[in-house]
C-alpha cells in the first residue's frame, strides 16, 4: 500500500546461571518475554552449558512452551555468550530471539551419510532449497557432519547464500553434543534456519596480521603450491621470513598462516579479503607449500601471523566496517567465537562479546564458543578456526 511502512524488527537476549535446566531456562525466557512486550519471536536461538544439556528435551520444551517461536534452533557450547559477558567456567543458558516481520523463516535439518564407496552424502530434509535458504543461521554436531562440504556445495549457487554461524563445543566425541531443532533434540548432523528477506550483515574476524608481500600463485595443484610469484613457494617463504622484525619473526615462531584472496575484483585487499588457512607442510628439496584450502594458479595469498594483539585489531576493524555497511544503529547480534580465543588467548575474560557490544552500541547479544565457525569472506562461505563470526541486525 502507498505510504506503508513496515513494521520494525525486535531482538531480546536472556541469560541465566540457575543450575537447574528448567529454573534457567523459565528465567531465561521471562527476560527474553519482557523485551519482546508481546511479541512473538520469529526464531529463537539457544546456547546452553553441557550441565544444562543433561536435561535437554526438558529445556527445549520450557522454552517452547514459554516464547511460543515460529522456529528454534541451537546448540551445546562449553562457553554461553550473553550481552558483554562471556560465561566461561559456568553453567548458563543464553537465549536470542528475534521478532522479524515480513521474513519468511524455514528450517534447515541435515545429516550426513556414508556411501558404499566411502563418500560422505549430506541426506537434505530442509524445507527451502539450500542455494535459496539466505540469509541463514547453522549450527552442527563437528563429530557427524562435514560442514566444509555443505558450504561448497552452497558456494557452487550463482549467488551463494550468506550463512553463519558454529560448530557445537563442550562434548568430547560423537553423540555428545546436543543441537536444538524447534521442540526436538537431536546428537548429530545440522541445524538451522533460513531467515528469507532478514536484513542481516555478515561479519568475519579472522584474528591475523599480515606479513611480506602479496604474491601471485604461478604454479599449484590443489592445496600443493609449487611457486609463488615465479620462484618456489620455500623460497618465497624463507624470504618472507628474513624480512620480519623481531616481534613478527616470534609471532611467526607460534604458527605461520596463508591468507588467499578469494574474490580477486577489487583494486586493493585488506585484512577481510583474505582466507586464513594453516600451513602443513612443506618440501624445500621440492620448493612446495601444502596449504589447507584448493588454490588456483592466479589467486594472490600472503602470509599472516596471529596473536592477541592483531585478533583486537582485527575484530576493531571487522565491526568498524560492519558499522559503515549498516548505516544505523544494531538491534541484535549473534557472535559465534573459536574455543581458542576468550582467555586462552586474551588473558582476561569477556574480549570478544565486550568488543562487539561496545563497537555496536549495546545490540541484544548471544551467541557461543564452537568448535569451528561459519561465516562469508569474498561472497563465498568457510568453515574457519581461531575466528569470530557475527550475524548483525538492524532494527
Given amino acids: ?17 540457575e ?28 546456547f546452553a ?36 559477558r562471556e560465561l566461561e567456567d559456568e553453567g548458563a543458558l543464553s537465549l536470542w530471539a528475534a521478532h522479524l516481520p515480513g521474513v519468511t523463516p524455514a528450517p534447515l535439518r541435515l545429516l550426513a551419510t556414508q556411501e558404499d564407496d566411502n563418500r560422505i552424502a549430506i541426506v537434505d530434509h530442509s524445507e527451502i532449497p539450500l542455494h535459496e535458504a539466505s ?15 555443505l558450504l561448497a556445495q552452497m558456494n557452487r549457487a550463482e549467488t551463494p547464500p550468506t550463512v553463519v554461524g558454529g560448530l557445537a563445543s563442550g562434548g568430547h566425541g560423537p553423540g555428545e553434543h546436543v543441537l536444538f531443532s524447534d521442540g526436538a533434540v537431536v546428537r548429530e548432523g545440522a541445524v538451522g534456519v533460513a531467515l528469507v528477506g532478514a536484513d ?12 611480506g608481500p602479496e604474491m601471485v600463485v604461478t604454479d599449484a595443484d590443489g592445496s600443493l603450491i609449487h611457486e609463488l610469484a615465479g620462484a618456489p613457494a620455500t623460497e618465497k617463504l624463507d624470504a618472507v621470513i628474513a624480512g620480519l622484525t623481531d616481534r613478527e619473526r616470534s609471532l611467526a615462531q607460534g604458527g605461520l598462516l596463508a591468507g588467499v584472496v578469494i574474490d580477486e575484483n577489487q583494486p586493493d585487499y585488506e585484512r577481510g579479503d583474505f582466507l586464513i588457512r594453516g600451513i602443513h607442510g612443506a618440501d624445500p628439496s621440492q620448493g612446495t607449500l601444502v596449504i589447507g584450502e584448493q588454490v588456483r594458479v592466479g589467486q594472490t595469498l600472503r602470509f599472516h601471523v596471529r596473536d592477541a594483539t592483531s585478533a583486537t585489531e582485527d575484530l576493531n576493524e571487522a565491526l ?38 561496545e563497537s555496536l552500541s549495546g545490540p541484544a547479544l548471544a551467541g557461543m564458543f564452537c568448535n569451528g565457525e561459519i561465516g562469508p569472506v569474498g561472497g563465498r562461505n568457510f568453515l574457519h578456526g581461531f575466528t569470530a563470526t557475527m550475524a548483525v541486525f538492524r532494527s
Fill in 320 to 357: 568498524s566496517r560492519a558499522r559503515g555497511r549498516l548505516g544505523g544503529p544494531a538491534a541484535g547480534a549473534l557472535v559465534f567465537t573459536c574455543n581458542g580465543r576468550g582467555t586462552r588467548m586474551f588473558g582476561a575474560p569477556d574480549h570478544d562479546a565486550a568488543a562487539v557490544s
Fill in 49 to 84: 552449558t553441557p550441565d544444562l544439556c543433561d536435561e535437554a528435551a526438558g529445556l527445549a520444551e520450557e522454552i517452547q512452551l514459554g516464547l511460543g517461536p515460529q522456529h528454534m534452533i541451537g546448540a551445546m557450547t562449553e562457553t554461553p555468550l550473553a550481552g558483554d
Fill in 200 to 211: 542481516m550483515t555478515p561479519v568475519v574476524s579472522q584474528g591475523c596480521a599480515p606479513i
Fill in 1 to 17: 500500500m502507498s505510504g506503508a511502512t513496515r513494521a520494525s524488527s525486535s531482538f531480546a537476549a536472556g541469560v541465566s546461571t
Fill in 19 to 46: 543450575t537447574d535446566p528448567l529454573d534457567a531456562a523459565r528465567d531465561a525466557v521471562e527476560q527474553v518475554r519482557a523485551q519482546l512486550e508481546g511479541r512473538a519471536p520469529t526464531v529463537v536461538v539457544v
Fill in 135 to 149: 540469509p541463514a543461521l547453522l549450527v552442527a554436531d563437528p563429530f557427524s557432519f562435514p560442514v566444509d562440504g
